[in-house]
């Protein structure tokens, strides 16, 4: 659907509206709550409007291109199309979860949009306008898109809701393959209104990065799974979120009152009087609680029989420093480098790294903090706009693909000017450097000799450096380098578990993607085998090992991971206080116990009630 807005400008909805406008007549209003549940991702409650994001038409600058250039542009073109049909694809397998009479309607609409994506009037149309006009692919698929839509509403025809309504889906296919063209994060989330809940059909970590959690109240969105980099965005920003919540786009309309519980992972439209009221409660039940573990700031991570346990925080944003200072975390664990290449047409140099890394170490003053170097790829290369770090989309197959690591070592001017930078800023604090996605104990020692080259040169510049290089450790986040540990271990100084991906990997399930988020299981037998196996090779060399995967900061999960001989954790600052609680009230002896108990079951569902009932008794006791 497309409106004229009173700023003239043109606003389109996405798929959804109209049903969700329509439907929203006849189930939402007094006493006719819709109660939806998504995954829960940041706890809190937000009780406000929703605002679809997906109304906001992107601001695509014409281009034209010079003549070489056609033919790279009719292949991204080819790129955007596959991709939109992806995404089509998606859509249409969710819609089994709606209600039969949404069903019948948006059947045949996705069918069109594929239709469309096929061979088209508007995609020879824009190929031509590629060619004789030389438009840069969006600019072409505009142009066609707005030439189709005009000859549509002008034909003489009495339908005119008709006519409207094809013009109408003319454009929204168009808008869909201008966003993929594009790669932009396509919402101007800057005018979200203070106190909204925002709705999406999908957020990704670029568009969550440009958050304000002092404007936004929550975040709900149709897609994304547990342990996504955009949950861990939202977890990071502290915006109360539910992910996953299938049917959200059909019955969410802007406007409309919303109670969203990111703690048990539901939203609640039209909420009435009852459900009103027990989101006020919980909601001052949520601060209370912040308000007590506030008070455990200064106290020591330290358990009942005197074990120290190290409680780091994981960085995604420097918008978090203030968080990580009042969490009382003892420096960064997991520095994600990813943000200063996101959002942007170019690569930071250098200096624009330095800067960035300086402004985080000195903030930190003697704490540790773990710089990890770019882990692009994967999903979080899918939207964020970039200047061609890696291959478009990363392949057939983007998390086996040219990622983390590897990627590095394939372009290794990345690597080195993010080393330079770090080495340099690790002049002015405790610094370390962590490699992402590691599988082979050569790509470590390829790393180092990258490193020590670029200390070569840098003291051939005259910069100054520290004596000592910082320490390089490795992420274990793939079943082929846990199981490696040992061998890679020889090569490293530190390990850090990075329990997402080790899942994602051993399970064979996207950490993303809410179709398969029941199989996305931590604590899987498999997965915490190949954590006792990579913590034990660690702990015999007398090696640090870290968790800094999302289970660090899940506090029934601590009891076990502390028993398998973990001591550090690192995680989004706002969990620190609840897991500091949870460690003060355990005792090492009984957290072995435990793990040993724990580690003979072969069922998940078994594990995950043994955890549970721990984590009661913790709790009782805390
Ligand atoms: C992990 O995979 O567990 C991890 C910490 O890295 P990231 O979430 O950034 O992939
Ligand atoms: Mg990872």
């Known amino acids: 659907m497309r409106t004229e807005r009173p700023d003239g400008k043109l606003a389109e909805h996405a798929l959804h509206r109209r049903d969700a406008k329509r439907e929203g007549a006849v189930r939402g209003g007094k006493g006719r709550e819709v109660a939806l549940r998504g995954i829960p991702i940041a706890p809190g409650i937000a009780i406000g409007p929703l605002y679809d994001t997906a109304e906001i038409p992107p601001e695509t600058p014409r281009r034209t291109i010079p003549a070489e250039a056609v033919e790279a542009e009719r292949a991204r073109l080819v790129d955007a199309v596959a991709l939109s049909r992806k995404q089509l694809g998606k859509l249409k397998t969710k819609l089994a979860l709606l209600p039969d009479e949404a069903q019948h309607e948006l059947a045949p609409l996705l069918e069109a949009y594929v239709m469309m994506l096929g061979n088209s009037r508007l995609l020879r149309g824009a190929r031509k306008r590629i060619e004789g006009e030389r438009l840069a692919a969006e600019t072409a698929v505009l142009d066609e898109s707005e030439a189709i839509a005009a000859a549509i509403l002008a034909a003489k025809d009495d339908d005119k809701a008709g006519l409207y309504r094809r013009a109408t889906e003319i454009r929204e296919i168009a808008r869909r393959l201008m966003r993929n063209l594009t790669a932009t994060p396509f919402r101007s989330l800057k005018d979200v209104p203070e106190g909204s809940i925002l709705v999406a059909e999908a957020l990704t970590p670029a568009d969550a990065a440009l958050l304000d959690p002092a404007r936004i109240a929550g975040v709900a969105t149709e897609e994304g799974g547990a342990d996504g980099h955009t949950a861990i965005m939202l977890r990071a920003l502290g915006i109360p979120s539910v992910l996953g919540c299938a049917g959200l786009c059909h019955d969410a309309a802007r406007g409309v009152q919303a109670v969203l519980d990111g703690t048990e992972g539901t939203v609640v439209l039209w909420p009435g009087d009852k459900a009103l009221e027990r989101g006020r409660e919980a909601l001052a039940a949520f601060a209370r609680e912040r308000a007590k573990l506030s008070k455990l700031r200064r106290l020591p991570a330290v358990t009942t029989d005197g074990e120290v346990v190290e409680l780091q925080a994981n960085l995604e944003i420097p918008a978090e420093l203030p968080l990580i200072a009042q969490a009382g975390a003892h420096g960064i664990g997991l520095l994600r480098t990813e943000f200063l290449f996101m959002n942007r047409e170019d690569l930071p140099d250098e200096e624009a790294q330095l800067a960035a890394y300086a402004q985080i170490v000195d903030a930190m003053g003697e704490d540790p903090v773990t710089i990890r170097v770019l882990d692009w790829g994967g999903e979080k290369d899918m939207e964020a706009q970039n200047s061609g770090i890696a291959p478009t989309h990363g ?66 510049r005259g910069e100054k450096l520290p004596e000592r290089l910082p320490e390089l450790g490795v992420m274990i986040e793939t079943p082929g380098a846990a199981l490696a540990a040992d061998a890679i271990a020889l090569e490293a100084d530190f390990f850090a578990i990075g329990s997402n991906d080790l899942t994602m990997y051993t399970l064979a399930v996207d950490r993303a993607e809410a179709e398969v988020n029941h199989l996305y299981d931590p604590l899987h037998p498999a997965v915490l085998r190949l954590m006792q196996f990579a913590t034990e090779a660690a702990l015999r060399l007398r090696m640090p090992v870290s968790v800094c995967g999302e289970m660090a900061g899940n506090p029934k999960l601590v009891p076990l991971l502390l028993g398998l001989g973990i001591r550090s954790f690192s995680m989004n600052a706002g969990a620190i206080p609840r897991v500091k609680q949870a460690v003060r009230a355990l005792d090492i002896g009984d957290c072995a116990r435990f793990a040993r108990r724990v580690m003979e079951q072969s069922d998940p569902a078994r594990i995950r009630e043994l955890v549970a009932a721990f984590a009661e008794g913790v709790a009782a006791r805390a």
């Open 395 to 460: 392949g057939p197959n983007p998390a086996l693909g040219l990622r983390g690591l590897r990627l590095l070592l394939k372009r290794p001017e990345l690597l080195e000017a993010q080393f330079a930078a770090i080495l340099r800023v690790a002049e002015r604090g405790n610094v370390r450097i962590l490699l992402p996605l590691v599988t082979n104990p050569a790509e470590v020692k390829q790393a180092r000799e990258i490193l020590e080259r670029m200390a070569r040169r840098l003291r051939r």
